[in-house]
């Protein structure tokens, strides 16, 4: 196992999740570590939302086939209010309230308008690229939700602990990048063997990372 020294400004929380790419002839690598922050008095729940992804440097990161998610209109509010998908994969939109709902975001270049619908209705989304899109209802203004869109399937939401995992990647050069939303990205270009697990420690906010 190898371990990369933690750099730059950002941070992050824990838990993993990714798809492979099928059929890679070597066996799949994983990175690993902990994200914090390096703000006094500050703790990683405080950044907000966290995303751990990685972006291919010398080809495409793999985008393996997904399932989506689902993003429920209840009781005045999106449930969840904070989702994460791969680029090209569905989002599902019901409306489980009596009373008419509306999905909109000014979020360039994935901004939309899935307009009004009723009671028991659902409308879907696919975002072609990658960044954090800002929902809302047009006729509820409290209603508000975000959605953050990876590039590949790499990715993972860390725990509260700041622990995260990412696993099954293909052996290659990537941009393992974190976000958070009241912070500014972190990002790191490293290397990963085949059935390497390489552990990479973040620290968002640091000075001269």
């Not at 990175?31 to 990685?54: C, E, M, N, R």
Request: hydrophobic share 40%; charged share 20%; net charge neutral.
């Amino acid at each position: 196992m190898r371990r990369f020294a933690p750099t730059g400004l950002l941070a992050a929380i824990s838990l993993g999740s990714c798809l492979a790419a099928a059929g890679s002839a070597e066996p799949a690598a994983s990175v690993h570590g902990s994200v914090s922050v390096a703000i006094t008095g500050v703790q990683l729940k405080d950044a907000g939302p966290t995303v751990v992804y990685l972006e291919g440097v010398a080809a495409p990161a793999p985008k393996a086939p997904v399932g989506g998610a689902e993003i429920r209109q209840r009781l005045a509010r999106f449930e969840p209010g904070f989702t994460v998908v791969p680029v090209g994969a569905p989002v599902r939109m019901p409306n489980d309230d009596t009373i008419f709902h509306n999905v909109f975001s000014y979020s360039r270049p994935n901004d939309f308008d899935l307009g009004l619908y009723r009671a028991g209705e659902a409308r879907t989304i696919r975002f072609e690229q990658p960044g954090l899109v800002r929902i809302y209802c047009s006729i509820h203004e409290r209603m508000n939700g975000l959605i953050f869109v990876t590039p590949s399937s790499l990715f993972t939401v860390p725990r509260a602990s700041g622990a995260y995992r990412i696993a099954g990647v293909p052996p290659g050069r990537y941009r393992l990048d974190v976000w958070s939303e009241r912070l500014p990205v972190w990002s790191r270009e490293i290397e990963l063997r085949a059935d390497e697990d390489a552990e990479v420690d973040v620290q968002l906010g640091a000075l001269g990372g």
